[in-house]
């Protein structure tokens, strides 16, 4: 009996191990099912992954090829066939509809905004700012986006007061001003950084000092520093070396957009001290081709002839309270204030300023400089950056504390440095754009997807077409 039951009991153990193994078998095909299975679904969603990858950077770039497009041949373009072939992908865009694109805003976001330096570079916004004891954060934003395209810290514990734009080796570029103990840091920044930098064991700056900058011939960045005199120091941000320079009454030392310098040394120039300039600025203000520059003082606007080198002055007595250029209407005029109240327009012919009487868009209380074109005048009015056309229709831009610039490489934009960042207004004076919608599919690998809706804003400024365009309200 004993003999049978173990024989029975081995048995039954051989059969239970065969099950087991036989499970066991079951049970690995079954991981070896599902790892395929998932492998293979993970290698399809990589697939997928990569082709919508590729497809959505080949789509935006096709949206830059159209912007491009836009800009050279204009709305027009819109007519033919706009399909963009790249790496693989033929993306197509149809029109939707089109509009008016109105006056081109924005807004910077900016940390501690009210202790920065913001300044206009040609086709930049760079702002300067403390961010720490010895650090100062330095950001560049583009003009048709509105995030940082680039971001550096530099260490100096002086304080940003100042800066002024210009191009050094071909770049938008910028030189700040620092203080602190008795001493003032120049430094030459640009997207990739400090390209130079000189302390000067004195403070230079005050509230009346004005800046130019440009590149010497050697390379080297020189900044002009004048109090609103007609006396100045050019500093070499590289070296360190000063020399001071003068210029005729009425006007001051500043760098010419071709880089040249309008000044000479001081020994040979007397001092005006009463002229106190407010405002210097270019243009092409006797049509001839040549860049010319205005100088505002309280009692004068004079002219610098690019193509004689001579000096146009209006001073017909009274106070100088608005001035500007208005391309193809009356060009570079200026209304004073007489001691009688009554109010004076001089504009500028060939041989010289000229008497005109204003038309209704001059007489709204411009105060400072303000800039026009056609029927359009845009400035400041009782704080307040508006937009003016001879119909009568006024349009507020921005109000408080304005300035202007360039930061798009168009005609001038105005800024207002907010709570947390930076208000802007691009070239009011060119009016109304035209806005045109577009929406996309993409074809690749032989299967079509839709693609994003994109708006185009067009405008017309100094002969050219500049092209903005946004990918669901955000500027790209």
Request: charged fraction near 15%; include cysteine; charge should be negative.
């Amino acid at each position: 009996m004993c003999m049978k039951t173990i024989t029975h009991t081995r048995k039954n153990s051989t059969g239970a191990a065969l099950m087991i193994a036989l499970l066991a078998a079951v049970v690995v095909m079954l991981a070896a099912t599902l790892l395929i299975s998932l492998t293979g679904r993970m290698i399809d969603s990589h697939i997928n992954r990569l082709n919508d990858a590729q497809i959505s950077l080949s789509e935006a770039s096709a949206a830059d090829g159209l912007s491009m497009l836009l800009s050279q041949s204009g709305p027009g373009a819109a007519n033919g066939d706009l399909q963009f072939d790249l790496a693989g992908v033929s993306t197509e865009f149809t029109l939707l509809e089109t509009g008016t694109a109105g006056v081109r805003t924005g807004f910077f976001p900016l940390d501690n905004a009210s202790s920065a330096v913001v300044v206009p570079a040609g086709s930049r916004l760079v702002a300067i700012r403390r961010a720490g004891e010895s650090d100062i954060m330095v950001t560049f934003f583009s003009g048709n986006s509105f995030n940082p395209t680039a971001q550096f810290t530099m260490e100096t514990d002086m304080h940003p007061v100042a800066g002024t734009p210009f191009v050094f080796n071909g770049e938008d570029a910028v030189i700040a001003v620092f203080e602190g103990a008795g001493r003032t840091y120049f430094a030459c920044l640009t997207a990739d950084g400090v390209q130079a930098g000189t302390v000067v064991d004195s403070d230079v700056c005050s509230p009346r000092s004005m800046f130019s900058a440009a590149e010497a011939p050697d390379g080297s960045p020189l900044i002009i520093v004048t109090q609103g005199t007609n006396l100045g120091v050019v500093f070499n941000c590289e070296t360190g070396e000063f020399s001071h320079v003068g210029s005729p009454g009425g006007t001051c030392p500043v760098f010419l957009s071709d880089g040249t310098m309008f000044g000479s040394a001081q020994q040979s120039v007397p001092s005006f001290g009463g002229a106190h300039i407010k405002d210097v600025f270019g243009g092409d203000f006797n049509n001839d081709g040549m860049a010319d520059m205005a100088f505002a003082t309280r009692f004068s606007l004079s002219v610098y002839s690019g193509s004689t080198h001579e000096i146009l002055k209006a001073s017909p007595g009274g106070s100088l309270i608005s001035w500007g250029s208005v391309g193809g209407r009356t060009g570079l005029c200026g209304m004073w204030k007489m001691a009688s109240g009554e109010t004076r327009w001089l504009r500028l012919a060939y041989d010289g300023f000229t008497e005109f009487d204003p038309e209704m868009v001059y007489e709204l209380g411009w105060q400072g400089r303000f800039t026009g074109r056609g029927n359009t005048i845009t400035g400041i009015i009782d704080g307040s950056a508006v937009i003016a056309s001879s119909t009568g229709h006024i349009l507020e831009l921005l109000t408080g504390d304005v300035f202007t610039g360039n930061a798009d490489g168009g005609e001038t934009d105005f800024f207002r440095i907010a709570e947390n960042g930076v208000e802007t207004c691009f070239n009011p004076v060119n009016g109304d754009g035209i806005q045109m919608s577009f929406s996309t599919q993409n074809r690749y690998r032989g299967e079509t997807t839709p693609g994003e809706t994109y708006t185009y804003s067009i405008y017309e400024s100094e002969g050219r077409l500049n092209v903005f365009h946004t990918l669901e309200g955000l500027d790209k």
